[in-house]
């Protein structure tokens, strides 16, 4: 079955810097066998193609507190502003040129004689303002700050991955340079960024604006009227990286390097990443935020069951701490996780029950310190004595539960005769009978010993035991 999937212009969709003119539309083929997670990668894809942003994300970097799914969004989101800039700069830079050209067609007829010797000086382009009051050390001109290129956002796989590029490369020579290489590119590009910005400028008035710590100031003042100023000694060193990419950097401008962030190439490792794992593989990524998520459901249970659980408050604290280690575990181990749930599920019980039993016990949801203590106690296994017994609120309660539940067992509406007195409890299905004394055996001037009998009746057996002592000190 073919379909067509079309955005409106009334729609809510967030289209950022881009204004669309006509809603555009595209053709998706459906069918039976077409996966969730397929369905999902054709929207994505309509996001990156059409520069929606995807909402209710924050914006900025991928957040390595996050889930790595939660990080592959935000990086496409961040493919997505790169690519808006991007087109907007290209846009802006043909209506300059176009502008420019109009301008030549109507000088034309101006012509200038000019030396052919004369050498024309370099301009300075990218600027992005003034640094302070500084000055370039051997001209004297006034220091820009250069329009450099944004950082290069990754997510925490992408990370795990250039470490183990680099750790890779191994300790020799070649594989040292070859490390401090990779690592640079972002330092070539801003090297390259102010050469254009500031002509004529030499390797310390990049060290003042760059890194200022390796700028060591000294007493006096140079020609231009600024403290004098020398190297650091890091900087100093034989086969220093940044001596050797000055010398080799050029003079060109942000808008005219090579991308460090190639916005199209990022998106389709981030489609790719989504194509290539299943539906269950992506559940796997939200297990983190789940396991989150229910915790903090269970805290907030907690915070309102008003019933004095001091081992449920531990349990939940160790499960906390339990989920603060996984979560911070590269790769979701999923025994790990299903053992933590686990305990986690026998909390909500034991929450639930408590729940339960206070809404029996107090419907109306006074507050009572008696009967919340006494659900404590009935929570973790202790027996409890309830004073005055069917005389009391609670004991009261207690005989309509089991007035109501024969009621439903008999089958009796609330139209009907009351249930008698001596049917309101259900029949004993065992009866058991204790008898404790102390008596003096085998004489009778032994030492009192204690003796035990027990009876049990129902309606398919008798049982009888006992134990029995003797004092045998003399015996």
Request: some cysteine.
């Amino acid at each position: 079955m073919l379909a067509y999937v079309e955005f409106n212009q009334n729609s809510c969709w967030n289209t950022g810097a881009r204004t669309v003119n006509e809603p555009p539309v595209l053709p998706v083929i459906f069918s039976r066998s077409l996966s969730l997670s397929l369905s999902y990668i054709c929207l994505f894809i309509c996001y990156f193609s059409f520069s929606f942003f995807i909402s209710r994300l924050a914006t900025g970097f991928p957040d390595a507190r996050t889930c790595l799914l939660h990080q592959k969004l935000q990086m496409l989101n961040c493919c997505i502003e790169r690519k808006n800039a991007r087109e907007a700069m290209i846009a802006d830079r043909e209506f300059s040129s176009a502008e420019s050209s109009e301008n030549e067609c109507d000088d034309d007829e101006e012509f200038f004689d000019c030396s052919t010797d004369m050498e024309k000086p370099r301009q300075s382009v990218g600027r992005l303002g003034k640094f302070e009051d500084m000055k370039l050390l051997q001209t004297g001109e006034q220091l820009y700050i250069p329009i450099t290129q944004d950082p290069v956002p990754k997510t925490e796989d992408q990370l795990e991955e250039d470490t183990d590029i680099l750790l890779k490369l191994g300790s020799d020579a070649a594989g040292s340079e070859l490390r401090a290489r990779m690592m640079s590119a972002s330092l070539l590009s801003d090297m390259e960024s102010f050469k254009a910005a500031n002509p004529g400028s030499i390797l310390e008035d990049f060290i003042r604006w760059y890194s200022p710590r390796d700028w060591i100031e000294e007493e006096g003042v140079d020609e231009w009227g600024q403290k004098k100023g020398k190297l650091s000694s890091r900087m100093l060193i034989s086969d220093n990286t940044w001596v050797e990419m000055w010398t080799t950097a050029k003079a060109v401008p942000a808008n005219r390097q090579k991308r460090l962030f190639d916005d199209t190439r990022e998106a389709e490792k981030v489609l790719h990443f989504l194509d290539s794992r299943s539906i269950g593989q992506i559940g796997e990524l939200l297990v983190p935020v789940l396991a989150q998520v229910a915790i903090c459901r269970v805290m907030d249970e907690c915070d309102v069951v008003d019933v004095a659980m001091n081992d449920s408050q531990e349990a939940l604290q160790k499960i906390t701490k339990i989920c603060e280690r996984l979560t911070r575990e590269s790769k979701v181990n999923m025994h790990k996780y299903e053992a933590m749930f686990l305990e986690l599920v026998d909390l909500e019980l034991t929450l639930s029950q408590a729940n339960s039993l206070l809404y029996k016990f107090n419907p109306s949801g006074s507050k009572d310190n008696d009967l919340n203590v006494m659900v404590g106690d009935l929570i973790r296994g202790v027996e409890v004595e309830i004073e005055e017994r069917a005389d009391s609120l609670v004991g009261e309660r207690l005989v309509t539960m089991f007035s109501d539940a024969q009621k439903a067992l008999n089958m009796i509406v609330h139209d009907q005769a009351q249930v008698p007195k001596s049917t309101t409890f259900p029949l004993a299905a065992k009866r058991e009978f204790v008898l404790r004394v102390s008596s003096h055996r085998p004489a009778a001037y032994s030492a009192r010993c204690p003796q035990l009998m027990r009876a049990v009746l129902s309606r398919s057996e008798f049982r009888l035991c006992g134990a029995f002592t003797e004092d045998i000190v003399f015996f």
